[in-house]
């Protein structure tokens, strides 16, 4: 069954960076349309980033609020999913979670907790 298992949240000063990784298992990692989608407290989930396969290699997207500062990639050998975070602010603060999508959202992981906070 497909499996989303993230890590690398922590507490970080605004300003500061933060690799997230999401280790996938279950599915054919190089062909999967992957995301990383958010949600701060007291709010509804927010999309961040999206990574799709494609003939001609993967197709990045990026919300506004975090273009320039986010980068999401894949490591194909290891089947792991990343988001790069750097400049992060407090309003990154939120709990991060990667997400399988086939057309729509398919699976979750449990979700890692980034706090941007001095």
């Known amino acids: 069954q497909v499996q989303l298992v993230e890590s690398g949240g922590a507490m970080v000063q605004p300003g500061g960076s933060l690799r997230l990784s999401c280790a996938a298992s279950?599915?054919?990692?190089?062909?999967?349309?992957l995301s990383w989608v958010r949600q701060a407290p007291g709010k509804g989930p927010e999309w961040v980033s999206s990574?799709?396969?494609?003939?001609?290699?993967?197709?990045?997207y990026y919300a506004d609020s975090v273009k320039g500062r986010f980068t999401i990639s894949k490591d194909h050998a290891k089947n792991t999913l990343y988001l790069q975070m750097s400049s992060l602010k407090p309003e990154d603060t939120a709990l991060y979670y990667c997400?399988?999508?086939?057309?729509?959202?398919?699976?979750w992981g449990q979700g890692t907790q980034v706090t941007v906070s001095s």
């Open positions: 990574i799709n396969a494609g003939g001609g290699g993967d197709t990045t």
């Open positions: 279950g599915f054919t990692f190089t062909t999967a349309d």
């Open positions: 997400a399988k999508r086939n057309g729509g959202y398919e699976a």
